[in-house]
Protein backbone atom coordinates (compact mmCIF):
# COMPACT_ATOMS: atom_id res chain seq x y z
CA UNK A 1 0.00 0.00 0.00
CA UNK A 2 1.25 3.09 -0.82
CA UNK A 3 0.73 6.98 1.12
CA UNK A 4 2.40 9.60 0.26
CA UNK A 5 4.67 10.81 3.08
CA UNK A 6 3.26 13.95 2.74
CA UNK A 7 -0.62 13.23 3.47
CA UNK A 8 -1.85 13.56 6.88
CA UNK A 9 -3.59 11.69 9.05
CA UNK A 10 -5.21 11.17 12.29
CA UNK A 11 -3.12 10.91 15.54
CA UNK A 12 -4.66 8.68 17.65
CA UNK A 13 -7.10 5.98 18.11
CA UNK A 14 -9.51 7.76 19.80
CA UNK A 15 -8.91 10.76 17.50
CA UNK A 16 -10.17 8.20 14.55
CA UNK A 17 -13.18 6.73 16.85
CA UNK A 18 -14.43 10.31 17.52
CA UNK A 19 -14.10 12.04 14.19
CA UNK A 20 -15.51 9.77 12.50
CA UNK A 21 -18.14 8.98 14.86
CA UNK A 22 -18.84 12.91 14.42
CA UNK A 23 -19.88 12.22 11.40
CA UNK A 24 -22.22 10.06 11.98
CA UNK A 25 -23.31 11.18 15.43
CA UNK A 26 -24.90 14.29 14.40
CA UNK A 27 -28.40 15.95 13.20
CA UNK A 28 -28.69 12.63 11.60
CA UNK A 29 -29.44 11.27 14.97
CA UNK A 30 -30.94 14.12 16.79
CA UNK A 31 -33.10 15.88 14.02
CA UNK A 32 -33.54 13.29 11.06
CA UNK A 33 -34.12 9.75 13.27
CA UNK A 34 -36.28 10.92 15.66
CA UNK A 35 -38.50 12.27 12.94
CA UNK A 36 -38.36 9.38 10.69
CA UNK A 37 -39.07 7.21 13.46
CA UNK A 38 -41.78 8.94 14.29
CA UNK A 39 -43.54 9.03 11.11
CA UNK A 40 -43.03 5.12 10.30
CA UNK A 41 -44.13 3.42 13.70
CA UNK A 42 -41.76 4.51 16.33
CA UNK A 43 -40.02 1.16 18.00
CA UNK A 44 -40.76 -0.94 14.26
CA UNK A 45 -38.77 1.60 12.78
CA UNK A 46 -35.92 1.25 15.21
CA UNK A 47 -35.99 -2.47 14.85
CA UNK A 48 -35.94 -2.52 11.27
CA UNK A 49 -32.94 0.20 11.60
CA UNK A 50 -30.52 -1.46 13.68
CA UNK A 51 -31.21 -4.77 11.32
CA UNK A 52 -30.08 -2.31 8.26
CA UNK A 53 -27.34 -0.99 10.64
CA UNK A 54 -25.85 -4.42 11.62
CA UNK A 55 -26.55 -6.41 8.16
CA UNK A 56 -25.98 -3.61 5.65
CA UNK A 57 -24.74 -0.49 7.10
CA UNK A 58 -21.50 -1.92 8.82
CA UNK A 59 -20.42 -3.80 5.93
CA UNK A 60 -20.90 -0.75 3.97
CA UNK A 61 -18.78 1.16 6.32
CA UNK A 62 -16.11 -1.53 6.21
CA UNK A 63 -16.06 -1.37 2.62
CA UNK A 64 -15.49 2.13 2.42
CA UNK A 65 -12.63 2.17 5.23
CA UNK A 66 -10.79 -0.31 3.10
CA UNK A 67 -11.18 1.87 -0.26
CA UNK A 68 -10.50 4.87 1.27
CA UNK A 69 -7.29 3.56 3.42
CA UNK A 70 -6.12 1.55 0.46
CA UNK A 71 -6.30 4.59 -1.98
CA UNK A 72 -5.20 6.92 0.77
CA UNK A 73 -6.66 10.10 -1.25
CA UNK A 74 -10.19 12.12 -1.92
CA UNK A 75 -13.22 9.71 -2.61
CA UNK A 76 -13.32 10.01 -6.24
CA UNK A 77 -9.32 9.50 -6.88
CA UNK A 78 -9.40 6.78 -3.96
CA UNK A 79 -12.07 4.84 -6.34
CA UNK A 80 -9.86 5.54 -9.41
CA UNK A 81 -6.92 3.55 -7.82
CA UNK A 82 -8.69 0.93 -6.95
CA UNK A 83 -10.13 0.39 -10.42
CA UNK A 84 -7.64 1.19 -12.35
CA UNK A 85 -9.17 3.77 -13.98
CA UNK A 86 -12.21 2.14 -15.04
CA UNK A 87 -15.44 3.15 -14.91
CA UNK A 88 -15.90 2.52 -11.09
CA UNK A 89 -14.06 5.78 -10.59
CA UNK A 90 -17.53 7.32 -11.21
CA UNK A 91 -18.94 5.62 -7.96
CA UNK A 92 -16.14 7.98 -6.12
CA UNK A 93 -17.81 10.90 -8.19
CA UNK A 94 -21.28 10.26 -7.13
CA UNK A 95 -20.20 9.99 -3.27
CA UNK A 96 -18.56 14.02 -3.70
CA UNK A 97 -21.59 14.84 -5.44
CA UNK A 98 -23.59 13.47 -2.59
CA UNK A 99 -21.62 14.64 -0.24
CA UNK A 100 -21.48 18.46 -1.73
CA UNK A 101 -25.27 18.51 -2.16
CA UNK A 102 -25.94 17.27 1.42
CA UNK A 103 -23.48 20.11 2.69
CA UNK A 104 -25.70 22.47 0.96
CA UNK A 105 -29.04 22.09 2.57
CA UNK A 106 -27.83 20.03 5.71
CA UNK A 107 -25.96 23.85 6.73
CA UNK A 108 -30.20 25.19 6.83
CA UNK A 109 -30.73 22.82 9.16
CA UNK A 110 -27.20 23.58 11.65
CA UNK A 111 -28.37 27.41 11.14
CA UNK A 112 -31.63 26.82 12.44
CA UNK A 113 -29.61 25.43 15.41
CA UNK A 114 -27.55 28.98 15.89
CA UNK A 115 -31.05 30.41 15.90
CA UNK A 116 -32.04 28.40 18.70
CA UNK A 117 -29.02 29.15 20.41
CA UNK A 118 -29.87 32.77 20.52
CA UNK A 119 -33.46 32.51 20.93
CA UNK A 120 -32.56 30.64 24.23
CA UNK A 121 -29.91 33.39 25.11
CA UNK A 122 -32.13 36.09 24.27
CA UNK A 123 -35.34 33.77 26.03
CA UNK A 124 -37.57 34.40 22.50
CA UNK A 125 -38.17 30.22 22.80
CA UNK A 126 -39.58 29.96 25.93
CA UNK A 127 -43.02 29.63 25.67
CA UNK A 128 -46.25 27.25 25.24
CA UNK A 129 -46.53 24.97 22.42
CA UNK A 130 -48.92 27.12 20.15
CA UNK A 131 -45.92 30.11 20.56
CA UNK A 132 -43.18 27.75 19.50
CA UNK A 133 -44.92 26.14 16.79
CA UNK A 134 -45.17 29.68 15.34
CA UNK A 135 -41.91 30.37 16.09
CA UNK A 136 -40.35 27.98 14.30
CA UNK A 137 -42.84 28.23 11.32
CA UNK A 138 -41.95 32.02 10.85
CA UNK A 139 -38.40 31.83 11.70
CA UNK A 140 -38.14 28.62 9.20
CA UNK A 141 -39.98 30.83 6.23
CA UNK A 142 -38.01 34.19 7.05
CA UNK A 143 -36.47 35.12 3.80
CA UNK A 144 -33.27 36.34 5.65
CA UNK A 145 -32.73 34.98 8.97
CA UNK A 146 -32.43 31.32 8.12
CA UNK A 147 -29.56 32.35 5.76
CA UNK A 148 -27.66 34.35 7.83
CA UNK A 149 -26.99 31.55 10.08
CA UNK A 150 -26.68 28.67 7.57
CA UNK A 151 -23.85 30.88 6.00
CA UNK A 152 -22.43 31.93 9.27
CA UNK A 153 -22.39 27.66 10.18
CA UNK A 154 -20.49 26.95 7.03
CA UNK A 155 -17.96 29.68 7.77
CA UNK A 156 -17.16 28.29 11.55
CA UNK A 157 -17.31 25.28 9.00
CA UNK A 158 -14.56 26.69 6.95
CA UNK A 159 -12.23 27.76 10.07
CA UNK A 160 -11.73 23.82 11.55
CA UNK A 161 -11.00 22.70 7.52
CA UNK A 162 -8.60 25.00 6.76
CA UNK A 163 -6.43 24.14 10.05
CA UNK A 164 -6.25 20.53 8.87
CA UNK A 165 -6.81 17.10 9.82
CA UNK A 166 -5.37 16.75 13.24
CA UNK A 167 -5.28 20.31 14.44
CA UNK A 168 -9.25 20.74 13.34
CA UNK A 169 -11.01 18.13 12.54
CA UNK A 170 -9.86 15.52 15.56
CA UNK A 171 -9.43 18.20 17.39
CA UNK A 172 -12.72 19.78 17.64
CA UNK A 173 -13.95 15.92 17.72
CA UNK A 174 -12.08 14.86 21.10
CA UNK A 175 -13.63 17.62 22.90
CA UNK A 176 -17.11 18.39 21.64
CA UNK A 177 -18.79 14.59 21.09
CA UNK A 178 -18.40 13.60 24.70
CA UNK A 179 -19.77 16.86 26.01
CA UNK A 180 -22.95 15.95 24.06
CA UNK A 181 -23.32 12.98 24.66
CA UNK A 182 -23.51 14.04 28.77
CA UNK A 183 -26.19 16.49 27.53
CA UNK A 184 -28.14 14.01 25.86
CA UNK A 185 -27.87 12.20 28.89
CA UNK A 186 -29.36 15.13 31.28
CA UNK A 187 -32.45 15.81 28.55
CA UNK A 188 -33.28 12.37 28.52
CA UNK A 189 -33.92 12.37 32.70
CA UNK A 190 -36.02 15.93 32.20
CA UNK A 191 -37.69 14.25 29.18
CA UNK A 192 -38.89 11.12 30.65
CA UNK A 193 -39.63 13.06 34.15
CA UNK A 194 -42.46 14.55 32.53
CA UNK A 195 -46.46 13.75 33.06
CA UNK A 196 -47.62 11.20 30.38
CA UNK A 197 -43.84 10.57 29.21
CA UNK A 198 -44.89 6.42 29.40
CA UNK A 199 -47.00 6.99 26.66
CA UNK A 200 -43.95 8.59 24.31
CA UNK A 201 -41.42 5.75 26.37
CA UNK A 202 -44.29 2.82 24.75
CA UNK A 203 -44.46 4.63 21.46
CA UNK A 204 -40.54 4.37 21.04
CA UNK A 205 -40.43 0.78 22.76
CA UNK A 206 -43.55 -1.20 22.00
CA UNK A 207 -42.83 -2.28 18.72
CA UNK A 208 -46.24 -2.00 16.25
CA UNK A 209 -45.27 -4.00 13.24
CA UNK A 210 -49.01 -3.69 11.42
CA UNK A 211 -46.79 0.13 10.65
CA UNK A 212 -44.32 -1.55 9.26
CA UNK A 213 -44.51 -1.88 4.70
CA UNK A 214 -41.61 -1.44 2.20
CA UNK A 215 -41.84 2.20 2.66
CA UNK A 216 -40.62 1.59 6.84
CA UNK A 217 -37.94 -0.61 4.94
CA UNK A 218 -36.93 2.34 2.27
CA UNK A 219 -36.87 4.96 4.73
CA UNK A 220 -34.91 2.68 7.58
CA UNK A 221 -31.99 2.16 4.75
CA UNK A 222 -31.64 5.77 4.03
CA UNK A 223 -31.49 6.86 7.61
CA UNK A 224 -28.86 3.75 8.17
CA UNK A 225 -26.77 5.04 5.25
CA UNK A 226 -27.72 8.98 6.24
CA UNK A 227 -26.70 8.49 9.81
CA UNK A 228 -23.34 6.38 9.77
CA UNK A 229 -22.36 8.57 6.51
CA UNK A 230 -22.66 5.94 4.09
CA UNK A 231 -22.20 6.51 0.33
CA UNK A 232 -21.70 10.25 0.94
CA UNK A 233 -17.81 10.32 0.73
CA UNK A 234 -17.33 11.39 4.24
CA UNK A 235 -16.41 7.48 5.34
CA UNK A 236 -14.23 6.74 2.70
CA UNK A 237 -12.28 10.28 2.85
CA UNK A 238 -12.35 9.73 6.86
CA UNK A 239 -10.34 6.37 5.92
CA UNK A 240 -7.75 7.68 4.04
CA UNK A 241 -6.94 9.60 6.99
CA UNK A 242 -6.82 6.07 9.06
CA UNK A 243 -3.05 4.58 9.76
CA UNK A 244 -2.11 1.07 8.67
CA UNK A 245 -2.47 -0.47 11.91
CA UNK A 246 -6.57 0.77 12.50
CA UNK A 247 -8.47 -2.19 12.96
CA UNK A 248 -11.21 -1.51 10.18
CA UNK A 249 -14.21 -3.99 11.57
CA UNK A 250 -13.95 -3.27 15.09
CA UNK A 251 -14.12 0.74 14.24
CA UNK A 252 -16.91 0.44 12.22
CA UNK A 253 -18.60 -1.72 15.22
CA UNK A 254 -17.88 0.94 17.47
CA UNK A 255 -19.16 3.88 15.32
CA UNK A 256 -22.12 2.19 14.83
CA UNK A 257 -22.75 1.68 18.16
CA UNK A 258 -22.61 4.86 19.31
CA UNK A 259 -24.38 5.62 16.54
CA UNK A 260 -27.21 3.81 17.32
CA UNK A 261 -27.03 4.37 21.16
CA UNK A 262 -27.64 8.93 20.23
CA UNK A 263 -30.06 7.48 17.93
CA UNK A 264 -32.13 6.04 20.59
CA UNK A 265 -31.45 8.39 23.21
CA UNK A 266 -32.52 11.36 20.80
CA UNK A 267 -35.78 9.55 20.65
CA UNK A 268 -36.38 8.63 24.10
CA UNK A 269 -35.43 12.81 24.33
CA UNK A 270 -38.26 13.54 21.97
CA UNK A 271 -41.09 11.23 22.07
CA UNK A 272 -41.45 11.06 25.75
CA UNK A 273 -41.90 15.36 25.65
CA UNK A 274 -43.94 14.99 22.32
CA UNK A 275 -46.65 12.83 24.30
CA UNK A 276 -46.42 15.06 27.33
CA UNK A 277 -47.76 18.37 25.62
CA UNK A 278 -49.82 16.79 22.57
CA UNK A 279 -47.82 17.21 19.74
CA UNK A 280 -48.24 14.29 17.39
CA UNK A 281 -44.76 12.31 16.93
CA UNK A 282 -45.04 12.50 13.36
CA UNK A 283 -44.65 16.11 13.24
CA UNK A 284 -41.10 15.61 10.61
CA UNK A 285 -38.13 18.11 10.22
CA UNK A 286 -39.23 20.51 12.70
CA UNK A 287 -39.98 18.08 15.49
CA UNK A 288 -37.01 18.76 17.71
CA UNK A 289 -37.19 22.77 17.25
CA UNK A 290 -40.46 22.40 18.17
CA UNK A 291 -40.82 19.40 20.85
CA UNK A 292 -37.62 20.39 22.52
CA UNK A 293 -38.43 24.28 23.85
CA UNK A 294 -41.56 22.48 25.68
CA UNK A 295 -39.11 20.17 27.38
CA UNK A 296 -37.16 22.76 28.70
CA UNK A 297 -40.18 25.25 29.84
CA UNK A 298 -42.23 22.48 31.43
CA UNK A 299 -39.38 20.13 32.58
CA UNK A 300 -38.23 23.09 34.51
CA UNK A 301 -40.59 25.68 35.10
CA UNK A 302 -40.51 24.99 39.09
CA UNK A 303 -36.38 25.66 39.44
CA UNK A 304 -36.13 29.71 38.04
CA UNK A 305 -33.33 29.79 35.40
CA UNK A 306 -32.66 26.16 35.64
CA UNK A 307 -34.59 25.99 32.42
CA UNK A 308 -32.50 28.69 30.60
CA UNK A 309 -29.37 27.07 31.26
CA UNK A 310 -30.30 23.60 30.40
CA UNK A 311 -31.69 25.04 26.85
CA UNK A 312 -28.79 27.47 26.06
CA UNK A 313 -26.14 24.38 26.74
CA UNK A 314 -28.19 21.81 24.80
CA UNK A 315 -28.97 24.11 21.41
CA UNK A 316 -25.23 25.02 22.03
CA UNK A 317 -24.07 21.49 21.93
CA UNK A 318 -26.44 20.70 19.42
CA UNK A 319 -24.80 23.27 16.99
CA UNK A 320 -22.22 21.28 17.76
CA UNK A 321 -22.91 18.20 16.72
CA UNK A 322 -24.05 19.61 13.35
CA UNK A 323 -20.53 21.11 12.97
CA UNK A 324 -18.82 17.82 13.46
CA UNK A 325 -21.23 16.22 10.78
CA UNK A 326 -20.92 19.49 8.55
CA UNK A 327 -16.83 19.12 8.58
CA UNK A 328 -16.82 15.51 7.55
CA UNK A 329 -18.92 16.66 4.57
CA UNK A 330 -17.10 19.93 3.76
CA UNK A 331 -14.16 17.47 3.57
CA UNK A 332 -14.93 14.90 1.26
CA UNK A 333 -15.42 18.01 -1.09
CA UNK A 334 -12.32 20.07 -0.07
CA UNK A 335 -10.39 16.98 -0.50
CA UNK A 336 -11.46 16.35 -3.33
CA UNK A 337 -10.41 20.06 -5.17
CA UNK A 338 -7.09 19.72 -3.45
CA UNK A 339 -5.88 16.97 -4.70
CA UNK A 340 -7.67 16.98 -8.13
CA UNK A 341 -7.23 20.30 -8.85
CA UNK A 342 -3.93 20.43 -7.49
CA UNK A 343 -4.75 23.81 -5.27
CA UNK A 344 -4.18 25.05 -1.77
CA UNK A 345 -6.75 23.85 1.24
CA UNK A 346 -7.95 26.77 2.05
CA UNK A 347 -8.77 27.87 -1.56
CA UNK A 348 -10.67 24.27 -1.96
CA UNK A 349 -12.23 25.29 1.09
CA UNK A 350 -13.34 28.81 0.39
CA UNK A 351 -14.77 27.38 -3.03
CA UNK A 352 -16.84 24.69 -1.20
CA UNK A 353 -18.08 27.38 1.50
CA UNK A 354 -19.32 29.88 -0.90
CA UNK A 355 -21.21 27.63 -3.25
CA UNK A 356 -22.69 25.37 -0.47
CA UNK A 357 -23.64 28.94 0.64
CA UNK A 358 -25.50 29.79 -2.30
CA UNK A 359 -27.34 26.08 -2.06
CA UNK A 360 -28.59 26.61 1.34
CA UNK A 361 -29.53 30.13 0.11
CA UNK A 362 -31.80 28.59 -1.97
CA UNK A 363 -33.04 25.26 0.48
CA UNK A 364 -33.94 27.97 2.80
CA UNK A 365 -35.97 30.35 0.71
CA UNK A 366 -38.24 27.31 -0.80
CA UNK A 367 -39.14 26.55 2.93
CA UNK A 368 -41.53 28.91 2.80
CA UNK A 369 -40.46 32.73 1.44
CA UNK A 370 -41.38 31.91 -2.14
CA UNK A 371 -43.19 29.32 -4.18
CA UNK A 372 -41.51 29.80 -7.28
CA UNK A 373 -38.70 26.82 -5.28
CA UNK A 374 -41.68 24.25 -5.05
CA UNK A 375 -41.12 21.41 -7.58
CA UNK A 376 -44.00 18.94 -8.00
CA UNK A 377 -45.23 20.07 -4.63
CA UNK A 378 -41.96 19.90 -2.36
CA UNK A 379 -39.78 22.48 -1.44
CA UNK A 380 -36.09 22.17 -2.64
CA UNK A 381 -34.96 21.37 0.40
CA UNK A 382 -36.91 18.33 0.51
CA UNK A 383 -36.07 17.34 -2.79
CA UNK A 384 -32.29 17.41 -1.60
CA UNK A 385 -33.18 16.06 1.41
CA UNK A 386 -35.19 12.83 -1.09
CA UNK A 387 -32.67 12.42 -3.90
CA UNK A 388 -30.16 12.51 -1.43
CA UNK A 389 -31.28 10.28 1.14
CA UNK A 390 -33.55 8.03 -0.21
CA UNK A 391 -31.86 7.35 -4.07
CA UNK A 392 -27.99 8.74 -3.97
CA UNK A 393 -27.08 7.01 -0.76
CA UNK A 394 -28.49 3.61 -1.67
CA UNK A 395 -27.56 3.52 -4.95
CA UNK A 396 -24.01 4.44 -3.76
CA UNK A 397 -23.68 1.41 -1.38
CA UNK A 398 -24.91 -0.87 -3.98
CA UNK A 399 -22.49 -0.01 -6.25
CA UNK A 400 -19.74 0.60 -3.90
CA UNK A 401 -20.89 -3.31 -2.06
CA UNK A 402 -21.04 -4.58 -6.02
CA UNK A 403 -17.11 -3.22 -6.58
CA UNK A 404 -15.44 -4.72 -3.23
CA UNK A 405 -17.33 -7.76 -3.71
CA UNK A 406 -16.84 -9.15 -7.17
CA UNK A 407 -14.05 -6.55 -8.96
CA UNK A 408 -11.48 -5.77 -6.21
CA UNK A 409 -9.06 -8.27 -5.90
CA UNK A 410 -10.18 -11.06 -3.03
CA UNK A 411 -6.19 -10.94 -1.60
CA UNK A 412 -6.33 -7.05 -1.57
CA UNK A 413 -9.69 -6.86 0.56
CA UNK A 414 -8.36 -9.51 2.44
CA UNK A 415 -4.99 -8.01 3.32
CA UNK A 416 -6.55 -4.41 4.08
CA UNK A 417 -9.53 -6.38 6.59
CA UNK A 418 -7.04 -8.14 8.66
CA UNK A 419 -4.13 -5.52 8.46
CA UNK A 420 -1.96 -7.71 6.17
CA UNK A 421 -2.15 -10.22 8.51
CA UNK A 422 -1.83 -9.41 11.77
CA UNK A 423 -5.60 -9.44 12.59
CA UNK A 424 -7.23 -12.86 13.08
CA UNK A 425 -10.28 -11.71 9.89
CA UNK A 426 -12.59 -14.07 12.18
CA UNK A 427 -15.55 -12.47 10.48
CA UNK A 428 -13.85 -11.66 6.59
CA UNK A 429 -15.70 -14.73 5.13
CA UNK A 430 -19.55 -12.92 7.00
CA UNK A 431 -18.18 -9.75 5.21
CA UNK A 432 -17.30 -10.70 2.10
CA UNK A 433 -20.68 -12.51 1.81
CA UNK A 434 -22.86 -9.97 2.93
CA UNK A 435 -21.39 -7.57 0.73
CA UNK A 436 -21.56 -9.68 -2.34
CA UNK A 437 -24.83 -11.00 -1.83
CA UNK A 438 -26.75 -9.69 1.09
CA UNK A 439 -25.99 -6.31 1.05
CA UNK A 440 -26.59 -5.51 -2.82
CA UNK A 441 -30.10 -6.99 -3.35
CA UNK A 442 -31.51 -5.75 -0.38
CA UNK A 443 -30.45 -2.45 -1.52
CA UNK A 444 -31.64 -3.18 -5.26
CA UNK A 445 -34.94 -4.36 -3.80
CA UNK A 446 -35.48 -1.33 -2.00
CA UNK A 447 -34.09 0.64 -4.63
CA UNK A 448 -36.71 -0.85 -7.04
CA UNK A 449 -39.47 -0.42 -4.55
CA UNK A 450 -38.97 2.98 -4.83
CA UNK A 451 -39.74 3.30 -8.12
CA UNK A 452 -42.78 1.16 -7.98
CA UNK A 453 -40.92 -1.78 -10.12
CA UNK A 454 -41.45 -3.84 -7.59
Known amino acids: MSKSSERANFGSKLGIILATAGSAV?????????????????AAFIIVYLMCVLLLGIPCMVSEFIIGRHGAANTARA???????????YVGYLGVVTGYLITGYYAVVSGWCLQYVYGALVG????????????FAEFSSDPVRPIFWAALFLIITHFVIVRGVRNGIERVSKLMMPTLFVLLLVIVVASCMLP?????????????????????????????????SIAMGCICTYASYFSRHTNLLKSALQISVLDCLVAVLAGLM??????????????????????LPNVFHQAFSSVPGVGYVVAVLFYLLLSVAALTSLISLHEVSTAFLQEERRISRPKAATIVTSSCIVIGAFCSLSMGATDS???????????????TGQLFLPIG??????????????????????????????????????????????????????????
Not at 26 to 42: D, H, K, S, T
Not at 124 to 135: P, S
Not at 373 to 387: E, N, Q, Y
Not at 415 to 436: A, I, M, S
Open 124 to 135: GINGDADYVKQY
Open 373 to 387: LTFFGRSLFDIFDFV
Open 270 to 291: IFPAAFSVGISPDSGPSLVFIT
Open 397 to 454: GFLTCIFIGWFVPRKLVHDEFTNWGTLKGTFFGVFLFLVRFVCPVSILLIILHQFEVI
Open 79 to 89: YSRLAGGKAWK
Open 196 to 228: GAEKGIAFLFKPDFSKVDSGVFLGALGQSFYSL
Open 26 to 42: GLGNVWRFPYMAGENGG
